[in-house]
Structure formats: C-alpha cells, structure tokens
C-alpha cells in the first residue's frame, strides 16, 4: 500500500528537482529526436521563445537556450508558446496514451513485486507526482487502484478455474493470507474460500421471459439480482449466464423468480414499482460511482459520456466510464442505456443498438406524457 506521508507531499515541491535530473537523458532524446519520448516532456527554446516535442524535426537549439517542462501547460505558464511544426499540444495526448498503456503492461507484469510510485516513477523516469497525474488523467484512477484490479481479476480467473486458495493468491500477486482477505472482504464480497466454492457450487436461479426488448433473462442469488441480460433466443441467454457464472449452479426456477421478473417487465414499460430491484453484483470503488449516478439520470433523459465523469468528479475519466457501462452486468435497473456518445450518437451497448434505441425510445415517449 502506497502511503502519502508528509515527506511524499513535500515531495510534490521537489518536482523540479526530478526535472534537473532527467536533463541529460531528455537532451539526449531531443538531440536523437527520440519519437518514444513525446509526451512525457516537452523542450522550450529561449531565443525562439517556442516549446517543442522531442522529435520535432526542426533545427537542434544550442544546449544553453533550453529549458525541459513535463506539461506543455507549463511550458506556456513560463510564457512559451507552441511549435507549429511538431505541435506538441495536439499530439501529447496520445503521448500520455502510449505511457500509461506502457505503465499498465509493466503493472500486469510485475504484480507479484510491491509497486510503489516511487518505483514506477525510476521506472519510468518521472517523478512519482507526475506519473500518478498522467495516469489517472488518462485512466481515471491510480497506478495503485490499476494494480488491485489486475489482482483481483487474476485471482477471481485463478479461483474459477478451481485453483487452491493459496495457489490463486500467490499467483494474482498477494503477498500473504492476511493482505487477500482485507482486500476481498470489499471486492469479492466474500472470503475467497466460500467464492471459489459458490463458483463452483452456490446456485444461481432465473427466468426467461419475452419482454419489449425481446427475450429477457433474470437470475439472482439469495441476496439479490444477479443478471439482467437481453437476446433472441433461451439458448443464447443460457449460454452468457453460463460464461457469466462457469461454475455455479445455475437452475431454471420460474416461481422463485416471477416477482422479480414481473417488478422488470413492469419497470420496462414504465410502470411504478413498489420498492427498488434488489442487486447482489460485485463492483469496484470507480464502477459503483458510475453505476450510482446512472441510476440519478431521470428516465427520458441521457448523459454523454463526458457529462458523467464530470458528474463524478473525474472529468477526464470518459473511456472508464464507458469500460463501467459495458461491464454493467443489470441491464435496466443500471441504466447504462441513458449514456450516449459526446457527438449525438447512440454510442455502444452491451445488447445491441437496435435495444438500446428501443428503450431510449419507449423512455422518451413515457416521459413526455
């Protein structure tokens, strides 16, 4: 667990002198015009009074007239202005991109070592400060919250696959018994133990019933709603219950599920139901606040993308909203549905377009009444 003391906060001053540290090696790159460098720093030129990429193809500066920024914000802040040759404002985006898929690649490599900021800045030779900003403006949230996830995926696949508990957790990269329980008393809902056994043997029953979006699945455990899914066939449904839950066992009970089933058809065509649908779905800390304020969006209304990370308080955390409702696993009563694309567009849908029009529609049409 990476931990902010006060030395790591004062740290945040001592940025300039991470900079003056990577001077050599980012000269280097500005004199090789090393393309692999874009966007982790840009170079101003005192005599031009302009800031550049290191590959830009113009004319190499006189190393005294140089001065190194991770941002071109700062660059500009210094009072430098844009090249217009290698424009380093409209390609430092993608710079970031390929560092952070870089920094995500080196995660999911070395998830059984401790990795700290500090080490994943050396790393990447970036203080740790601007390399937990980069990624979480990219990603929407930090190298640490990326690093659990990949744990916590590998071991819910190694526990599903019928793994040791002491097997699975060495290999996703928990360090001790101890650590694995804390974290999936919150994440898997559950002690690891009893999930790798209720994947393989707690029971899971649902429904299939024809609804205005064609056939629709319900299934639920003891706790709650499980699954909400939409198809053309039983089979089809059957089969992504299948791939959803591999090892319960998963048991067709239409009388168990015909509340639940009749509150979904009833809440599909508009009507008011009693109470709010009961759902037992795992989530992480970012999908929860995603899937939370879907639910807020009132019915007959839909949010772009952008709008909900700002929502959210993540403004540049778009893709990952969009990644929250495509794993949304309740179509319906999380409305993911509501989210469309910045440009007009529909955007995706986990259940196809056409369904995703189709509600959006009968919404529009129940709410202008």
Known sequence: ?????????????????????????WWEAVQTRDASQDGRFVFAVSSTGVYCQPSCPSR???????????????????????????????????????????????IEQHLDEPLTLVRLGNEFHLSPFHLQRTFKSVLGITPKSYADSCRMNQLKSNLRAGHSVTRAMYD????????LYERTASQLGMTPDKYRRGAIAAQIRYTCADSPLG????????????????????????QGLKHEFPFAIRKRDDDFMREWKEDLLRKLRGQKINTALPLDIQATAFQRRVWSYLQSIPRGETRSYAAVAKAI????????????CATNPVAVAIPCH????????????????????????????????
């Open 1 to 25: 667990m990476v931990i902010m003391t006060t030395n790591a906060i004062l740290g945040l001053a001592e940025t300039g002198e991470m900079a003056g540290n990577n001077e050599g090696r």
């Open 60 to 106: 190499r500066p006189r190393r005294e007239n140089v001065s190194f920024f991770q941002q071109p914000e700062e660059a500009e802040k210094a009072g430098f202005r844009p090249c217009l040759r290698c424009r380093p404002r409209a390609t430092g985006g993608n710079g970031r991109l390929r560092l952070v898929r870089t920094i995500c690649r080196y």
């Open 172 to 179: 996703a990269g928990y360090s001790s018994s101890s650590r």
């Open 215 to 238: 056939r629709m699945l319900v299934a639920a455990t003891d706790k709650g709603i499980c699954a909400i899914q939409f198809a053309d066939t039983d089979e089809e449904l059957e």
């Open 313 to 324: 308080g993540k403004p540049t955390a778009y893709r990952a909203v969009a990644r929250a």
């Open 338 to 369: 509501r989210v469309v694309s910045s440009s007009g567009s529909t955007g995706g849908y986990r259940w196809g377009m056409e369904r995703k029009e189709a509600l959006l529609e009968m919404e529009r049409k129940r709410a202008s009444v």
